[in-house]
């Protein structure tokens, strides 16, 4: 039984980056290279030791289409700041 592919509708509600990574906002770049690191480990395709190929899937899909991107906007300093003054535009939204 094979894994369904993930909505766009449902990976728009995951838009934090840093939800997705694990780490604060107040990170470093030392400290979200080390957990993307810790999660490749875990996700990884080429990585991944479980013998049941739709738990495989999954992990490769979340691999694949939430932590890679996610860490490639945390990443590069433009992309890192524009993600958060997003996310402070959506607090100063919800806050009202």
């Known amino acids: 039984m ?18 997705v990574l694990g780490v604060s ?6 400290r979200i290279l080390k957990r993307y690191r810790d999660l490749a ?4 395709p080429d990585s991944y030791s479980s013998e049941e190929t739709a ?3 999954l992990a490769t899909q979340l691999f694949a289409r939430l932590v890679n991107p ?3 906007k945390v990443k590069q ?3 890192r700041a524009e993600t958060l003054a997003m996310l402070r ?3 100063r939204r919800l806050s009202r």
């Open 2 to 19: 094979s894994q369904p592919s993930f909505s766009s509708d449902w990976l728009k509600r995951l838009s934090d980056p840093y939800a």
């Open 70 to 72: 996610a860490y490639q």
């Open 89 to 91: 535009f959506q607090v």
């Open 55 to 57: 738990s495989k899937e």
């Open 25 to 30: 906002v107040a990170a470093d770049d030392r």
């Open 41 to 44: 480990k875990v996700l990884h």
């Open 77 to 79: 300093e433009r992309d």
